[in-house]
């Protein structure tokens, strides 16, 4: 990060962060704040892991059948995690996805929570968290429930592990830009789901890429943004 913005301004990266996913908080977000970069979170349900349907037997398939968080005894010992978070929502008045949401948006101002939904009653049991407020000692009590490390399982199989950049040096990607700042005019727009910058990006204007995924890019062809597999 510190040598991507000596070549480029970054305003945003886009990484996994949630009450189960903390790893963030060890080297990258001191880093993100030490150089005023923003923070857009994904994952912060932990792919449905933290919901009321995954404590009542909601099927889990798609990419979670193949995740180790969501198998045997991992999923088990997680779901006792999520059990443990519902009986402080319960007490606050909410549901645990509210819940998780509300922690995630509540560590600080530079980080936004990305929630997807698939229906409009998803999208406003959402919303709702926006307006929770969590208490010092209801903090304390949810990182008792989940404490760092207590999740059981790795975020992806172990060869996808090896592809992220939070998980290993970011060598290629930042070796790339550092080399060869000239060739990649202005702005950069990286989804989620890509591992190497789009060959299929536009050769004018900001660079972003064509696919399914989430994307950011400046108007005004001003803003590096990127994510933890680029």
């Given at each position: 990060l510190r040598r991507a913005a000596v070549v480029h301004a970054i305003r945003d990266l886009q990484i996994e962060y949630s009450?189960?996913?903390?790893?963030?908080?060890?080297?990258i977000l001191p880093v993100l704040r030490e150089l005023g970069i923003g923070m857009t979170a994904y994952g912060v349900l932990s792919r449905g892991l933290i919901s009321e349907g995954a404590l009542g037997g909601q099927s889990m398939g798609g990419f979670r059948s193949h995740s180790p968080r969501f198998q045997g005894d991992n999923l088990s010992q997680n779901l006792t995690l999520v059990q443990a978070l519902k009986a402080i929502a319960d007490e606050k008045g909410c549901t645990v996805a509210q819940l998780a949401i509300a922690w995630?948006?509540?560590?600080?101002?530079?980080?936004?929570?990305?929630?997807?939904?698939?229906?409009?009653?998803?999208?406003?049991?959402?919303?709702?968290?926006?307006?929770?407020?969590?208490?010092?000692?209801?903090?304390?009590?949810?990182?008792?429930?989940?404490?760092?490390?207590?999740?059981?399982?790795?975020?992806?199989?172990?060869?996808?592990?090896?592809?992220?950049?939070?998980?290993?040096?970011?060598?290629?990607?930042?070796?790339?830009?550092?080399?060869e700042p000239d060739a990649h005019p202005t702005a950069w727009a990286v989804p989620e789901t890509c591992a190497t910058p789009c060959s299929r990006a536009s050769t004018s204007g900001p660079r972003t890429k064509r696919c399914a995924s989430k994307t950011r890019a400046s108007a005004s062809g001003s803003l590096m943004s990127t994510n933890e597999k680029s």
């Open positions: 009450i189960m996913t903390r790893s963030v908080e060890d080297k995630v948006a509540q560590r600080g101002d530079d980080i936004v929570p990305l929630v997807g939904a698939r229906r409009r009653e998803r999208l406003a049991e959402a919303l709702v968290a926006l307006d929770i407020t969590l208490s010092p000692q209801e903090l304390g009590r949810i990182d008792g429930a989940v404490p760092v490390g207590a999740v059981a399982g790795m975020r992806y199989a172990p060869e996808q592990m090896a592809m992220l950049d939070s998980e290993r040096a970011m060598t290629t990607f930042l070796n790339m830009i550092a080399s």
